[in-house]
């Protein structure tokens, strides 16, 4: 399957990536947790969520966790009301170990453009901390930082 460049996507698309890319990496929790209807379904991982309260615990919980968080997220596919992305993450835990994630999402809107419904799949593995490769200060990605596909993720 090809990949589904940026420039291809919708308008709207678009900046749903680049909104949802910032908020993890500006660490806004309620930017991610306001992004999702009320009654939102969420799968991370083994984690299955309902509704925007336990999504926020489960975000506040993650950035505790995920110290120096940097992350890319690059489209696969789009519908109508549904957009596939493939993600890569660096973070360092309270130990100073670094892991890297790789993964993928499948969300659904609704009609006001919130998210329904998030399924993510996700690896994570340790890494030392000179094999990192998402280096930039905090906040969003530059814009000339090398995409996931540019990287070989």
Known sequence: MMEVQMSRLSPAMQQRVRDAE???NTRSCDTIVLSNTIDCQWRNRVYFLWG????????ERQMR?????RMIFEPWA??????SLRFASEFRNDSGLWFRVYGCEEMEFDEAGLVRRRFTSANEHA??????V????AG????????????GF
């Open 65 to 69: 966790r995920e110290i120096d968080q």
């Open 134 to 137: 998402l280096r930039w200060a």
């Open 78 to 83: 789009e519908g109508e009301r549904q957009l």
């Open 52 to 59: 925007r309260e336990q999504v926020r615990t489960y975000v």
């Open 127 to 132: 890494i030392q901390e000179h094999e990192r």
């Open 22 to 24: 910032c908020a993890w």
């Open 140 to 151: 969003p990605r530059p814009s000339d930082h090398p995409s996931l596909s540019e990287l």
